[in-house]
């Protein structure tokens, strides 16, 4: 079961423009990540939220955390053909496992 | 050490056969984690460990579906009898309890396909 839902699915841009990847659910979450998959290989760690409106800078990459805990958003600045891949969220109100968001899937054309 | 490994990297079977995957996590990693992954879309949690008790299993798993981690190093996750619908990608991961923050580590996944 997918309790996050991530917009859009799909995503096309040209390299140098911005985009806003969001991630909700109605369920409260303790800690929120996010990842990058390429194609063939396993998702990678990008960041860890945990505070309630929380806001992390990560080169061109920002991530905010919604106040209430329930959602959060990937801001890419002028992107890159290296930003191409899925972004995952992923959710966990327990510590013990995460769950994983619907995934957007990103391509920047140069 | 050089991450979480999993063996075989892709697997072709004949539906109803058995296959059974292999995963090794990083050594200081006391939990382990499977997943399975259809294309494009996000890994759904089938079932996780702590050392070699198993906490929990999604309902995904099936009763075809059976995961052990003996010893507490590396897993396998073993499908009896395997259908069309069973293929996907099988992603184990691993993270250190009480350092969630941390993240899963990943690895490369198995790519099964049933024919």
């Known amino acids: 079961t997918q309790l996050l839902e991530q917009s859009p699915q799909f995503l096309s841009i040209q390299e140098g423009e911005n985009l806003t990847v969001y991630c909700n659910s109605s369920?409260?979450?303790?800690?929120l990540q996010w990842y990058r998959q390429e194609p063939g290989e396993g998702p990678v760690l990008l960041v860890t939220?945990?505070?309630?409106?929380e806001v992390k800078k990560l080169k061109r990459l920002t991530f905010q955390f919604g106040d209430a805990r329930k959602d959060s958003s990937l801001h890419i600045t002028a992107a890159q053909p290296g930003d191409t891949g899925l972004y995952l969220c992923?959710?966990?109100?327990?510590?013990?496992?995460?769950?994983f968001g619907t995934g957007t899937s990103l391509t920047v054309i140069p | 050490d050089t991450g979480v490994s999993q063996d075989p990297r892709h697997k072709i079977t004949k539906r109803g056969q058995n296959v059974t995957f292999r995963c090794d996590p990083i050594?200081?990693?006391?939990?382990l984690y499977w997943y399975r992954q259809t294309l494009g879309q996000g890994p759904e949690f089938l079932t996780y460990?702590?050392?070699?008790?198993?906490?929990?299993k999604s309902r995904l798993l099936s009763d075809r579906f059976s995961a052990e981690r003996p010893k507490g190093s590396f897993s396998t996750l073993e499908i009896q009898r395997t259908e069309q619908g069973d293929s996907a990608m099988y992603l184990c991961?691993?993270?250190?309890?009480?350092?969630?923050?941390?993240?899963?580590?990943f690895g490369s996944g198995t790519r099964l396909t049933v024919v």
């Open positions: 991961a691993s993270s250190l309890s009480g350092r969630e923050v941390a993240g899963y580590t």
């Open positions: 369920s409260v979450f303790s800690s």
């Open positions: 939220v945990v505070t309630g409106g």
């Open positions: 992923a959710g966990t109100n327990t510590g013990n496992q995460f769950y």
């Open positions: 050594s200081e990693h006391n939990r």
């Open positions: 460990f702590q050392n070699e008790a198993q906490l929990e």
